[in-house]
């Protein structure tokens, strides 16, 4: 109980003076990862249950990635023209429909095809929660309040995997069925609670409300660009965290069971962690944090190349990567905020999911080719080194330093319509 009491302890002092639609918010984020149990579990229940190859998952994780990628760019604009409510209440709903029928179809095409509208829906509803943070929190509050919504995703995530993965003995559908009702309530709190948080049209909007920034002008943002190409490479490596981990331990003899608990680490050590490292990195230097954050990532992921069949070096390596994941998301999620004008909130959030669309779609394609086709070392290895590479571009931007918003926005075409 004492370990209990102190992380609520921290969570008031993190959560302290934050909006209370921010909280209902925060709320529907947790109900939603409680269950979700597909996007981690789906290379293994392509692997163990319908005896897939890894090339094969690897293409269904991509389509997977490539929905994401186009869910990316028009829900973002959606953000900003319809509102965040009504876009984030689209998606929880097909999401909900979708993976619940990923869970009864059957055969590679079927398969295959779901899992892109999964990855279309699934997808969509980022930009919209990035931008309703955004839009409710000052700035000088965002990093606390990102990173108390990433604390939210690793609690479901946490419970989700460890749960999930005693579940798989009797059998996946449960798991695609229960994550199917979690989104469902989600979108029920978000309905009931969440009113819109989209700002007031202003003198720089066009006639008819809509802001001038287009997609076009978001992506001629050169200093938001490079974070959005640099956050690329990394997602390449964390994302094989849900893609080729599971079947690279398969591959080793270990259980589905063994890969939910030791991947439920990652979510544990997050919700112990995240919130104290938080309040000790406040003050820092923003480019040091990127730096570290990066290395870790790369080279936890990099430690796995010795673990074999060792539940404690799989262990190991996910410690290390974690640590490297909470120094990292809510630094960079404050960063793009930074970068992002209020009438463009959407665009600009809807650009940098794109980056771990994309990811999403590259990673289980190039991880299931390398771990296939040149085994367990090449696929870590190249983990470790597109870390390396990430914390010296980090460190490049660094010198550069970032374009305020104020600046982008005032940069913005003139025309009155907007590009997207």
């Known amino acids: 109980m004492p370990l209990i009491a102190r992380l609520v302890a921290e969570a008031r002092r993190a959560g302290g003076g934050l909006p209370r639609r921010f909280w209902w918010l ?11 149990f597909v996007v981690t579990f789906l290379s293994m229940y392509l692997t163990a249950e319908r005896h897939y190859p890894p090339a094969y998952v690897g293409l269904v994780g991509g389509l997977f990635g490539l929905g994401s990628a186009v869910s990316s760019l028009g829900a973002g604009v959606l953000t900003d023209r319809l509102g965040r409510r009504p876009t984030l209440l689209a998606a929880q709903l097909a999401t909900a429909l979708s993976t619940a029928v990923l869970g009864l179809v059957d055969g590679p095409v079927a398969i295959a095809a779901v899992a892109f509208v999964v990855g279309l829906a699934n997808n969509a509803s980022r930009p919209a929660v990035s931008a309703m943070i955004a839009d409710l929190v000052p ?18 995530f946490g419970v989700s995997a460890a749960v999930a993965g005693l579940l798989t003995a009797h059998g996946y559908l ?10 469902l309530l989600c979108a029920v ?22 802001p001038r920034i287009g997609l076009g002008t978001v992506f001629r943002d050169g ?13 390449l490596v964390v994302l094989q965290g849900s893609s080729t981990l599971p079947v690279d331990m398969a591959r080793h003899g270990l259980s589905p069971s063994v890969f939910g608990l ?40 990099g430690l796995t190349a010795l673990a074999g069949s060792s539940v404690a070096l799989y262990a190991l390596a996910v410690a290390v990567w974690t640590i490297g994941e909470i120094v990292n998301s809510p ?8 970068h ?12 940098y999911s794109l980056s771990w669309s994309l990811a999403g779609f590259l990673a289980p394609v190039l991880g299931g080719l390398l771990l296939q086709y040149a085994g367990s070392w090449a696929l870590w290895g190249g983990c470790a080194g597109a870390g390396t590479l990430a914390a010296v571009a980090f460190l490049r931007i660094g010198r550069r330093g970032p374009a305020p918003a104020d600046r982008v926005a005032a940069e913005a075409p003139a025309p009155a319509e907007v590009s997207a």
């Open 26 to 36: 925060w709320t529907s984020t947790l109900v939603n990862r409680l269950g979700g």
């Open 139 to 156: 700035p000088a509050d965002r990093v606390r309040a990102y990173a108390l919504n990433y604390w939210a995703i690793n609690i479901g």
């Open 174 to 183: 449960t798991l695609f069925l229960l994550d199917a009702l979690t989104t």
């Open 189 to 210: 709190v978000v309905f009931v609670k969440v009113p819109e948080t989209r700002p007031e049209s202003k003198a720089a909007d066009a006639p008819d409300g809509r």
């Open 223 to 235: 200093p938001f660009m490079a974070v959005v190409g640099v956050n690329l490479l990394l997602a």
């Open 262 to 301: 030791v991947i439920s680490l990652n979510g544990v050590l997050i919700v112990l962690l995240q919130l104290p490292l938080t309040r000790l990195m406040e003050g820092l230097d923003r480019t040091a944090l990127l730096v570290a954050g990066a290395l870790l990532t790369g080279w936890g992921f």
């Open 331 to 338: 630094t960079m999620m404050a960063l793009v905020a930074e």
């Open 340 to 351: 992002s004008p209020a009438a463009a909130r959407g665009r600009y959030q809807g650009v």
